[in-house]
């Protein structure tokens, strides 16, 4: 690996101050001073000094994002802001999301280059819960939560797809969206002037899943934001749009 992609992807600074690092002797590589910034080294047996100070390649990355609305999640949008711009810290070229949220989704999105993790929390088979608290339109009734335990078919063009059980939990009921703290303008009918907040515990991961699903019931989702995959939860202390990296517990 080039020895200036090396020190990008560990995040030590913008292109130009990486050649101005190089440029002062300030970078050394196995004890000798480095003099050029596109001198190939082994990120895995070389020893890279910054200062004096060692640098630590780290073969994988792990990010937990708070995410906001507004951002897709992909790596590259022509149109939208990506939530991979939100991760600032680093310039690696293969993070990417693990899974999708829809842009106006909020909450927990871990990016990683780890394809086996994320294969580990998205694979179908691994049943691993995603648990989402969201506002729906309407009243949710005991038929909705059972609904929900039973399995929903959100098929489209007449072909039925049934979910999986699911679990849904009224947190509360309000009269408008200020009543859950929401300051978001709504344009559809909510006929019953009614809003409820609830928790929902999926472990699949099917498109708009969780909007398809209230849709078919006759509701629709004004606020949607995830909680957790897995044991991994967002972490209260991070405000929208900021991140951290995982600890080791939470990487397993
Ligand atoms: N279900 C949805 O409908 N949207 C999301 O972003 C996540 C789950």
Redesign the pocket.
Known sequence: MRLDRYLSEIGIGTRKNIKQYIKAGRISVNGTIAKVSDMKIDETTDSVTFDGRKLEYREYEYYMLNKPAGYV?ATEDRIHKTVLELITETKRKDLFPV????I??EGLLIITNDGDMAHRLLAPGKHVD?I?TAVVTGHVTEEDIAAFENGIDIGEDGESLITEPAKLTVIGYAETLNGFGLDKDVSEQNVNNEYTKVEVT?HE?????????FAALGKE?VY?K?LSMGKIKLDENLAIGEYRRLNEEECL
């Open positions: 999640s899974g999708r949220l829809d106006d989704t995603k989402y999926i991961g099917k498109y708009h899943q969780i909007k398809r699903m989702v949607l995830r």
